[in-house]
């Protein structure tokens, strides 16, 4: 397998303090002075050219944000967030709508490539067309506003739609009313509430009954602004019978304060339809001290709302100081099924609390859970998952296996998962795991004559091949290097 | 009371509070047992009964269930007039608590000579630095109420290097509705080796409440199988806790069977104070009708090169929900330690429910913990296997239900107890569907 | 080739090798038997770089230069591969993955050129083909739930891509039955060659019927006490290991 010789490779390239994303693009911000209040709720509308009816969406949200606490149950620490201390809106200043790539920021571009976008896409970007048989749309948040959207004229042919959220609202106000907040209520947690309310920009994705998306859509997400909380809000939507898969990629520049990311993730999948969604996440995770790094609090759910619907999640989580994020599944259609495949590496002193919920309340609906932890340095990795069959889900079946990995004696590595079955005929597996790389594993590659760093790479890379596999090919590849480069270092 | 106060959301906390006022002063024990006395209640209205909220009690919400309470057991000699045998035919010395009270009277000491039985008014009145000792960091507000409102129990210690053959039983009997709290002390020496029985019974109907906290230490190489069970009254709610810490070489084998009781929960924590020990913890629940029955489980690996297996098993039928859950924690330093955790859960009924929580806290790299749970019915391929036989349908799901819970049963490694418990999961089975609760 | 000086060495402060005295000339194959605890898989241990076990004394020349403070991937890339007594399971990295990666590590380290694909795969088949190596064998998982003759020729498999200077063979009869042992041993005289020394660890004479080695070193609480041809190899089938269980620890 190629993959595993260029991780390898890679590994032995990268300059272990450098975090390579860890770069500050100059341009000029458009932003809303720090803080929260109903004004800034109001500007961050007026800003979007909203409709009355979104801005009254989003001062609902605000209001019952006021009375929430933050909720303290995960496994992770870190210091109270001051949410008078944020700015809440910043846009680069660009052209309005650019509808070509002419009209984009040509330090934007630079950007794209800095960040090592996948040749691919860049070349998608670029114009290149013919380049390869497969094609990405790309989507880009760059802070909180998506700056370009490619291939938007041949996806229309389709019949499908694929913009900036804020576009859809204006453009599209009867599908968003439908189905925004319809899988993650206004209320539904702290951060998802206040994300409702000032949610800045993200993508939408429509897919009409019976239409396959001739290609897969992909977006990256990037925090940019000083102190800017990043806000997005994406909504997808599967009509009957159709097919998509998204992909989202996430890096962060280098800061020294932590920054708070708080994203909502809407699915929607009607009658056999399938959506399936990768994330590869690497932002920044701070320093080798746990000085800095990103607050990652997202809420993430899929909503199998027709028959023999299909959601997957696949993630592969190696940035960001805290990651507090459970991608999960409703399995409401009957026959309807649910996937979570994830990957989280820690290290330095980064914590991942992640897992999913995959809750059946349809007929015969099935769910499948693989989850790999790997905790290294002074990190802590929890796996946190809950698996419910409500009464009338007979039939229902889940697999769940997770499996950790620990690299070092200082790291710790949790798993949580609650079962919860009401249903006789459900049929519920779980099993976990906890082990270290056997000394003599490694030793067996070190007198074949791999270097340690290779030898763990290699090891680690068979531990998460299950995961690896569920990801679109360009994101493999990429996924296998981010988990080598975020291990550098962890074996002395 | 000098307590801080606090408006107390639930009648049932209000109505303990009452008591604990009326109560105080007549408690047994030393000047510094009635201020631990006071302590401890003031821990338990800061914490307050239970509820969903309370992760530790996720799935047994006393807020909700204990609606009213029972009168106080008063420590009067209740008379009981016919004690009823839970395992008849297992031979054992029989220690009988009535109420909270040791009651000497009724008990059977024979053929267990060295070991000391006193009453655990003797500890309290000599301030014994055991009480207390186990379930310090437990932060458990039903343990705490225990600690603020026990009124007896038994205290048996084990010399170092005695081999008891018979098997000793702490009977704890409720004799009518009222709420007893009971604390036990048991102390297991060095080299020694005992088998421990725990029953709990009380009467049909009546609705009881039992709060039964057991502090244990078992010295180092001794060799420990201790069985609990619960066979309280079908109205009765039944709140029972073993906290023990075992020593070094220690082999502690210990099983819980859950059969009685409307609402009840069994705690047990295990910590290791010494290397190479090996816990082997095991359970069986049988419920039925409304019954609500939760097992949780700390096992605390504190230090290196220790081994625990945790198997349980629970048969739901009716409405009834079965709760487990149950953690292993390797602290920082247990390097080697070795933990295997599962649990599974049989639904014999559309409306029963299970509940699962099995957590590994892990904070040491050179270990192998794992945990499994499973749940579901009576596999289908297995069923008609024999029925095809020309086995009946009952019988075939007897067997193969008393099959399902025996492995669990039979992990204590005791055969005579595993006899006598796995005899209770027959008649359990035999009388399927004849009881509503 | 190698010459091993009055090497001790120690694991957690036990001495296990104490004044191991030997020399394999360069082209030979010479044998180590010995009473279980007499130290040979500990040399075949401390030969190829383990972590773990400390030389407190002596050296290890191999190739002109002492390898004693060389850590086990440079000793691997200068030549020297033990075939493990018990090869070890590494989930999910498909055999071939891990034979490409050894070898380019290998070949990257003494500033050969990577291998083409094509290349590595027109290598490999070679190479397997000899051992009775199937396709489907490689494309497993490296060692999972091979049979002990599968992982045994999987090791000698390595061998002849990794083209060593010195091979180091742990027990490598242990756990085979005769067809395997003689496929094994085919394998492993196919790669005798001038260029190549070998170190034969066994506990049986009966390995050496397939393997004849040129000279045959007795080993005994940590030392070589005695070395003869392979006629030593069937006096000690003959006579067991009686005689120098006395030099025991």
């Given amino acids: 397998m190629p993959a595993i010789q260029e991780t390898v490779d890679q590994v032995s390239q990268i300059d272990v303090d450098q975090y390579k994303y860890g770069f500050v693009t100059d341009i000029e911000s458009d932003r809303a002075p720090k803080g929260l209040s109903e004004d800034i709720v109001r500007f961050i509308s007026a800003k979007k050219n909203e409709p009355d009816w979104m801005l009254e969406w989003r001062l609902d949200a605000y209001r019952r944000w006021l009375t929430m606490t933050e909720p303290t149950w995960s496994r992770v620490h870190y210091p109270k967030i001051d949410f008078d201390d944020l700015y809440y809106y910043s846009a680069p200043k660009s052209s309005p709508g650019p509808k070509s790539l002419d009209e984009v920021d040509p330090e934007l571009l630079a950007m794209y490539e800095k960040l090592g976008i996948p040749l691919r896409e860049r070349e998608i970007l670029a114009g290149v067309e013919g380049a390869s048989d497969r094609r990405v749309a790309v989507d880009a948040v760059f802070d909180s506003v998506s700056v370009v959207t490619t291939f938007k004229e041949e996806l229309k042919k389709a019949g499908v739609i694929f913009c900036a959220i804020s576009e859809a609202i204006r453009e599209y106000p009867e599908i968003v009313k439908k189905y925004l907040g319809s899988v993650v209520p206004v209320t539904d947690n702290y951060y998802a509430t206040l994300n409702s309310a000032v949610f800045s920009d993200g993508s939408f994705v429509y897919i009409p009954e019976g239409v396959r998306c001739p290609m897969e859509l992909s977006t990256y997400f990037r925090i940019n602004e000083r102190n800017t909380g990043q806000f997005e809000r994406t909504l997808i939507i599967a009509e009957k019978g159709a097919h998509v898969s998204y992909l989202e990629g996430c890096t962060a520049p280098m800061r020294d304060e932590n920054q708070l990311h708080a994203a909502v993730v809407e699915l929607v999948a009607l009658e056999d339809a399938e959506i399936k969604y990768s994330t590869v996440q690497n932002w920044y995770p701070g320093d080798k001290d746990g000085k800095g790094g990103i607050y990652n609090f997202v809420t993430k759910r899929g909503d199998c709302r027709g028959d023999r619907s299909k959601i997957s999640w696949t993630q592969v989580e190696t940035g960001s100081a805290i990651t507090w994020k459970y991608p999960s599944c409703i399995l409401r259609g009957d026959d309807s099924q649910g996937e979570f495949y994830s990957i989280a590496v820690s290290n330095g002193y980064q914590q991942v609390d992640s897992g999913t919920k995959m809750i059946h309340l349809g007929k015969n609906t099935k769910s499948r859970i693989i989850s790999k932890g790997i905790a290294a340095g002074r990190s802590d990795n929890t796996y946190r998952g809950l698996v419910s069959a409500h009464r009338k889900a007979s039939g229902a079946r889940n697999f769940t296996n997770c499996d950790s990995l620990l690299i070092g004696d200082k ?8 079962i919860e079955s009401k249903n006789a005929s459900a049929v519920f597996e779980h099993e976990a795991t906890t082990s270290k790389i056997a000394d003599d594993q490694l030793f067996y590659c070190l007198q074949r004559g791999l270097s340690s760093e290779e030898a763990v790479a290699l090891i680690v890379n068979g531990f998460v091949k299950d995961v690896i596999q569920q990801l679109p090919m360009e994101f493999a590849v990429e996924a296998q290097k981010l988990i080598s480069i975020s291990l550098e270092g962890s074996v002395g | 009371m000098n307590a801080e106060p606090r408006i107390l959301r639930t009648q049932a906390e209000e109505t303990l509070a009452l008591e604990f006022a009326a109560a105080r002063t007549q408690l047994p024990g030393s000047p510094a047992i009635a201020a631990a006395r006071e302590s401890a209640f003031a821990t338990f209205q800061k914490l307050g009964l239970p509820h969903r909220r309370t992760e530790a009690w996720r799935y047994t919400d006393l807020r909700a269930l204990l609606r009213t309470m029972p009168p106080l057991a008063v420590g009067a000699t209740a008379e009981v007039s016919s004690l009823a045998d839970p ?17 000497p009277d009724l008990s059977d000491l024979n053929g267990i000579d060295g070991v000391t039985v006193r009453p655990l008014v003797d500890l309290l009145q000599a301030s014994d630095a055991r009480i207390g000792q186990q379930i310090a960091t437990l932060n458990d507000a039903v343990v705490s109420l225990n600690s603020a409102l026990m009124i007896g129990g038994v205290s048996i210690e084990v010399p170092a290097g005695a081999r008891i053959e018979r098997a000793i039983e702490i009977a704890h009997v409720t004799s009518s509705a009222v709420a007893s709290h009971v604390r036990n002390i048991v102390t297991v020496g060095a080299d020694a080796s005992v088998r421990l029985l725990e029953t709990h019974v009380g009467p049909a109907g009546s609705a009881y409440q039992a709060n039964i906290v057991t502090e244990a230490t078992v010295g180092d190489r001794a060799k420990v199988i201790w069985a609990k069970l619960q066979s309280e009254g079908n109205a009765a709610v039944h709140l029972g806790t073993l906290a023990v810490t075992i020593g070094t070489e220690t082999q502690f084998d210990h099983l ?8 009840s929960r069994a705690q047990t924590f295990v910590t290791y104070s010494g290397e190479n020990a090996r816990a082997g913890l095991f359970g069986a629940t049988m419920l039925r009708g409304k019954q609500h029955a939760d097992i949780a489980l700390s096992v605390d690996h504190a230090v290196p090169n220790g081994a625990s297996r945790e198997l349980f098993k629970a048969v739901m039928d009716g409405r009834s929900e079965g709760v487990f859950q149950g953690r292993i924690i390797v602290r920082p330093d247990a390097q080697k330690t070795d ?30 913990c794992a ?5 579901g019915e009576i596999d289908d391929d297995i069923l008609f296997y024999l029925l095809s036989r020309g086995i009946p349908r009952p019988e075939a799901e007897t067997l193969l239900v008393t099959a399902f819970l025996a492995e669990a049963i039979e992990g204590l490694g005791d055969e005579a107890i595993g006899d006598a418990f796995e005899e209770i999961s027959r008649n359990w089975l035999a009388t399927r569907g004849q009881e509503a609760a | 080739m190698l010459e091993i000086k009055n090497l001790h060495a120690s694991i957690d402060g036990k001495e296990i090798l104490r004044g191991v005295d030997l020399v394999v000339p360069t082209g030979e194959v010479h044998a180590i038997m010995g009473p279980n605890g007499s130290g040979k898989s500990t040399l075949s241990y401390v030969l190829s770089g383990r972590d773990g076990y400390d030389v407190t004394e002596g050296e290890i020349i191999f190739d002109g230069s002492d390898i004693v403070e060389m850590p086990a991937e440079e000793r691997a890339a200068a030549g020297v591969f033990l075939a493990f007594q018990y090869p070890l399971e590494i989930p999910g990295v498909a055999t071939m993955t891990f034979l490409k990666a050894a070898l380019n590590a290998q070949r990257k380290a003494r500033g050969e050129a990577e291998l083409t694909t094509p290349d590595f795969i027109r290598r490999v088949k070679v190479a397997s083909e000899k051992l009775n190596v199937s396709q489907e064998m490689l494309r497993r998982p490296l060692n999972v739930g091979f049979s002990g003759g599968e992982k045994k020729r999987n090791e000698i498999l390595q061998m002849a891509l990794l083209e060593p200077k010195l091979a180091i063979l742990d027990e490598t009869d242990s756990g085979l039955d005769i067809d395997a042992l003689r496929v094994v041993s085919e394998g492993v005289n196919s790669l005798r060659s001038p260029e190549r020394s070998m170190l034969v660890i066994t506990h049986y004479q009966r390995l050496l019927d397939h393997i004849v080695p040129d000279k045959v070193h007795v080993m005994s609480a940590g030392r070589i006490v005695r070395t003869g041809g392979p006629e030593l190899a069937l006096e000690l089938e003959a006579k067991g290991y009686a005689d120098y269980a006395g030099e025991a620890a």
């Fill in chain 1, 411 to 418: 790291c710790g590595a949790h798993t949580v998962p609650y």
């Fill in chain 2, 339 to 368: 933990g295997r955790m599962m649990t599974q859960g049989l639904l014999l009924s559309e409306d029963a429910s299970f509940f699962v929580k099995p957590e590994l806290e892990i904070f040491a790299d050179d270990v192998q």
């Fill in chain 2, 371 to 375: 945990h499994g749970a499973t749940s």
């Fill in chain 2, 256 to 263: 819980t069977l859950m059969i009685g009781a409307t609402v």
């Fill in chain 2, 87 to 103: 395992l008849p035919g297992l031979d054992r010395a029989r220690l009988v608590v009535v109420d909270g009270i040791f009651r």
